[in-house]
């Protein structure tokens, strides 16, 4: 059975950085395209970026692009979100997500989920 576990998140002040990592279990990674996925208290869940499995090719949301990067290591069955610069906006529980395609890298195009991990930023 295919399983997510997100781990990396914590508090951290102003222009810190974290590394989150989605470790997934139970199918080879590279079956899978991956999606990181944030949702902040009374908000929406919003796409933050994804990562193909056929060509490594990558999509970030607007809020993400030059401070996150999305990376896969299928060796180690885990894909990372090294986020830089992080910013109190950045403030949300923080999920990884997998299927097998995506076009747009919004959250309803993907059917597994982990459970989430949390990330705070402020001073």
């Known amino acids: 059975q295919l399983q997510l576990v997100e781990s990396g998140g914590g508090l951290v002040q102003p222009g810190g950085s974290l590394r989150l990592s989605c470790a997934v279990s139970g199918f080879p990674l590279n079956y899978f395209v991956i999606g990181w996925f944030r949702q902040a208290p009374g908000k929406e869940r919003e796409g933050v970026s994804c990562i193909s499995n056929s060509d490594g090719s990558t999509v970030y949301a607007d809020s993400a692009k030059g401070r996150f990067t999305i990376s896969r290591d299928n060796a180690r069955n885990t894909v990372y979100l090294q986020m830089n610069n992080l910013k109190p906006e950045d403030t949300a529980v923080y999920y990884c997500?997998?299927?097998?395609?995506?076009?747009?890298?919004?959250?309803?195009?993907?059917?597994?989920w982990g459970q989430g991990t949390q990330v705070t930023v402020s001073s």
């Open positions: 997500a997998a299927d097998r395609t995506y076009y747009y890298c919004s959250d309803y195009e993907f059917g597994k």
